[in-house]
């Protein structure tokens, strides 16, 4: 899009550079796995299934002042993949879908009753693989330019919704990285009762650095995914190796229905 273009028009300011390096974002910018049998990032199984989330920047009042936030989904409990995670909106493509973008807001309105009339999208970040459901995922980055009131519409498929402040996620007392019982360790948000992590917490966490919007925190901070609460071990964004300083040795409880609080059980940030 170019600066004339009438789909950036009314944005907020803090809007533009993200919109710059998302539009030079590479695959190695949120994940170094690859597909089985890919010659190079980017590059997935033929029989891979398309899918899309929605991750939908909105403006709101946050401690007096204007702010952006991010609209973020839970898991119910009962589903067979990531049951209980927080997550963006999205999910499968169907034969009627145009785009990814169709894909994301045909998705969030069955989800959330979100009305896709009240959403500009914007730009897609590359596609990432995710082994655990073999999907291939396009984020479809978009501007929430008239937010409304949005619900779970199937209790067995979305436990909660929220909208996820930037400067709550960016707060380096929120940050952490965990630890899968695979061995896999990646970045984490405790935020507004939510724990994020995997494949979400890796999006959002390369989107702060590319708004720009990004604090210094302790990455020292490491803590264990009871393995009640795990699914196989994510191809999240961004993943890192397993190093750091073991977990607490008593996790918290992280069961779907149970609010979910880790940051009490770490030392605080200097």
Not at 43 to 57: I, K, M, N, T, Y
Not at 60 to 77: C, E, K, T
Not at 106 to 120: F, H, N, P, Y
Not at 128 to 133: A, G, P, T
Request: no cysteine.
């Amino acid at each position: 899009m170019s600066a004339a273009d009438p789909a950036l028009a009314g944005l907020p300011a803090w809007w533009q550079p993200l919109l710059d390096r998302v539009r030079a974002a590479r695959v190695e910018d949120f994940t170094r796995r690859r597909a089985p049998g890919a010659g190079a990032p980017g590059q997935f199984p033929p029989d891979a299934r398309e899918s899309a989330v929605l991750v939908l920047l909105a403006e709101a009042d946050y401690d007096g002042g204007r702010s952006p936030d991010v609209l973020v989904l839970q898991r119910a409990a009962t589903l067979r993949y990531h049951a209980g995670q927080p997550a963006f909106p999205g999910g499968a493509a169907e034969p009627g879908d145009g785009s990814a973008a169709d894909t994301a807001l045909r998705e969030a309105w069955e989800e959330v009753g979100l009305d896709r009339a009240s959403v500009t999208v914007l730009a897609e970040l590359p596609k990432l693989w995710i082994s655990v459901s073999e999907f291939v995922v396009t984020p479809v980055l978009a501007w929430w330019h008239a937010p409304h009131e949005v619900h779970p519409r199937d209790p067995g498929e979305v436990a909660r919704v929220a909208r996820l402040p930037i400067p709550e996620l960016v707060d380096p007392r929120n940050r952490m990285r965990v630890r899968h019982p695979s061995g896999w360790i990646g970045p984490a948000f405790q935020v507004r009762g939510m724990l994020v992590w995997g494949f979400t917490a890796g999006v959002i966490a390369g989107l702060l650095e590319m708004g720009g919007w990004a604090r210094p925190w302790p990455q020292d901070r490491v803590v264990d995914l009871p393995p009640s609460g795990a699914d196989p071990a994510p191809d999240a964004a961004a993943d890192t190796p397993a190093s750091g300083p073991p977990g607490h040795p008593d996790p918290p409880d992280t069961r779907p229905d149970a609010p979910v609080d880790i940051i009490s059980r770490l030392p605080p940030v200097p």
